[in-house]
Nanobody, 120 residues
Framework: QVQLVESGGGLVQPGGSLRLSCTASGNIFGINFMGWYRQAPGKERELVATITSGGNIHYADFVKGRFTISRDSGKNVVYLQMNSLRPEDTAVYFC??????????????WGQGTQVTVSS
């Protein structure tokens, strides 16, 4: 099976920065794309950013240049650099991957989430 594990969350002051990482491990045949979602209490989970195996990137409009998604050369680790953080960025951030486990099967996988709190 495949496991996605996030790290890097924590408490930060408004205007500060955090870098999240997500590592995919297990029976990975290939990765189609990976990305980040977030969910605040009482709200639906929303897309933050995605990156494909070919390096194509999509950002949510609310990022407005503040966040940057990237990946390692092996494409099993994805990062989210978050700058100019605002209180409304407070949420649990989830890693997501569309991952092939063999020649014929691919599935959506989710990490357990990492808490990001932006507060003075």
């Amino acid at each position: 099976q495949v496991q996605l594990v996030e790290s890097g969350g924590g408490l930060v002051q408004p205007g500060g920065s955090l870098r999240l990482s997500c590592t995919a491990s297990g029976n990975i045949f290939g990765i189609n794309f990976m990305g980040w979602y977030r969910q605040a209490p009482g709200k639906e989970r929303e897309l933050v950013a995605t990156i494909t195996s070919g390096g194509n990137i999509h950002y949510a409009d609310f990022v407005k240049g503040r966040f940057t998604i990237s990946r390692d050369s092996g494409k099993n680790v994805v990062y989210l650099q978050m700058n100019s953080l605002r209180p409304e960025d407070t949420a649990v951030y989830f890693c997501h991957g569309d991952i092939k486990i063999n020649r014929f099967e691919f599935y959506d996988y989710w990490g357990q989430g990492t808490q990001v709190t932006v507060s003075s």
